[in-house]
């Protein structure tokens, strides 16, 4: 358990503010990404239906590869995610040092 005291100095740790500066610039851009591609499939087949009923290889049209590379995108972030966590976790280890001195 953390006493309200050690959490400020804790908070106050120039490596604190810095793991916190890394998740925010990973994370946020990430999830506007990730919620920009998410939501253009239903926007394009419901402003641009000629376009995603564009044939790309025999029966399938562009939705379904678009939706297909969703899948993709969204393990893509993951794996990013997962290298990234490394680093945080790293950047963490050097707090939690830091704080226990």
């Known amino acids: 358990m953390i006493s309200s005291t050690q959490w400020e100095r804790v908070a106050a740790l ?3 503010k810095a793991l916190l500066d890394a998740k925010r610039k990973f ?3 990430a999830t506007i990404f990730f919620l920009v591609y998410y939501f253009a499939l239903p926007i394009l087949v419901g ?3 000629h376009l995603m009923e564009t044939k790309v290889l025999g ?10 590379s969703q899948f993709f995108m969204a393990w893509i972030l993951a794996a990013m ?14 707090v939690v040092d830091k704080a226990r001195r």
């Open 14 to 16: 120039d490596e604190f």
């Open 27 to 29: 994370i946020v851009p």
């Open 47 to 49: 402003y641009a239906p």
């Open 59 to 68: 029966v399938v049209n562009l939705a379904y590869v678009f939706a297909l």
């Open 81 to 94: 995610y997962l290298r990234a966590a490394g680093r945080f976790d790293e950047m963490a280890k050097d």
